[in-house]
């Protein structure tokens, strides 16, 4: 006892019985021993004849009857999921039946690929969305651009989200550019300027409208922020804007939308050669579904975006429209190009506003 630690088992205790009493003890029972083994021998070859013997009949009895596959006790995704072929002796009228249940299933899912807003802009939508872009730009001093943005939304909770805007690669030609000073490249590639959105649609200011309430409107608000992360003075502003938002978005008939989106912008921080910023953006948006998904024709919609934007500085006003026409290749993907037309209002417009854009890009939705 005195080797034992705290907590562990005792030590086993063996008989002090010498080995030589142990063996002469056997030796008597050696006779009883071997009646017993054989006594035990046979009641085990008596049970193991009768459990063989029984076994057969026993499973029979206890072999659980098919499950019933008839159309009552199968579901009506799972009856689509099933083709006529394989229909194999059912009557015409369950062959009907299967098929008005798959036409059943093909017309909600297309319902509610529609009205969950799976082709993809509508700004109240927080889900996590990948959306890299490629822009081409043309203003009318001559200057072209070309962007390449990788651009998508995280969403914190169904109410909040960020819109995340990173310039991954940026070209400028200023080749027929005129007037530049002495010395100015005729060329800059890098990076630009990183964009970041806050937005939230505050359950207060949801309301809805129509008929029995079916369609819904919501204020949003947020803020915006420019970072100056361009590797080229000639790529970004040089300086640290923000500007606060305010939106409202409201659906329409025929599963549309129409969004309007207002934002003052102001430089929080700015070198000594970036100019001051102030200026009014307002981007306004309508959705349109031209057809619905699931054929191959299915899926397209158009979304115009107007531009007007004030600049509070140079006392100057520039507009800017571009139809975007996009395509939903499947649930959560989509493909869309947008064309973009500067609106010129006299000979005075400013020399820096767009005359042309092209953009392409990919959405897609997980």
Do not use: C
């Amino acid at each position: 006892m005195g080797d034992q630690r705290e907590g562990s088992l005792p030590a086993p205790r063996y008989s002090p019985t010498p080995q030589v009493e142990v063996f002469e003890d056997l030796s008597m029972r050696g006779e009883e021993t071997n009646d017993m083994i054989i006594a035990r021998r046979d009641i085990l070859v008596i049970v193991a004849v009768f459990t063989f013997h029984g076994l057969p009949s026993a499973v029979a009895q206890e072999e659980p009857e098919p499950p019933d596959v008839s159309q009552a006790s199968v579901s009506p995704d799972e009856q689509a999921g099933v083709s006529p072929e394989g229909q194999a002796g059912v009557s015409p009228e369950e062959i009907d039946k299967y098929k008005e249940v798959k036409k059943a299933a093909k017309e909600k899912t297309v319902d509610e690929n529609i009205e969950g807003n799976k082709t993809g802009a509508d700004p109240r939508d927080f889900s996590n969305k990948w959306m890299p872009f490629y822009r081409y730009a043309k203003l009318r001093n001559g200057l072209r651009q070309q962007d390449l943005t990788a651009f998508g939304t995280f969403a914190f909770t169904p109410r909040l989200g960020m819109f995340y805007e990173i310039p991954l690669a940026q070209y400028r030609d200023f080749t027929n550019v005129a007037g530049l000073p002495a010395g100015t490249p005729r060329y800059a590639i890098g990076l630009g300027d990183m964009n970041l959105k806050f937005l939230a649609t505050p359950k207060p200011f949801e309301f809805h409208y129509a008929k029995e309430g079916k369609m819904r409107g919501n204020v949003l608000v947020g803020t915006d922020l420019t970072f100056p992360t361009a590797t080229d003075e000639l790529l970004g502003g040089n300086a640290l804007l923000f500007g606060p938002i305010v939106a409202l978005v409201m659906d329409m008939p025929f599963h549309g939308f129409v969004a309007l989106l207002n934002e003052y912008v102001f430089d929080l921080y700015r070198t000594d050669a970036a100019t001051k910023t102030s200026r009014y953006v307002g981007r306004w948006f309508y959705m349109q579904p031209l057809t619905p998904p699931g054929e191959w024709w299915g899926g397209f919609y158009l979304l115009p975006e107007f531009q007007l934007i004030y600049d509070g500085i140079a006392r100057h006003t520039s507009m800017w429209l571009a139809p975007e026409v996009g395509k939903l290749l499947a649930p959560g993907k989509i493909l869309y190009a947008k064309p973009g037309f500067g609106v010129r209002r006299n000979s005075k417009s400013d020399p820096t506003d767009r005359q042309f854009t092209m953009e392409v890009g990919f959405r897609w939705f997980f």
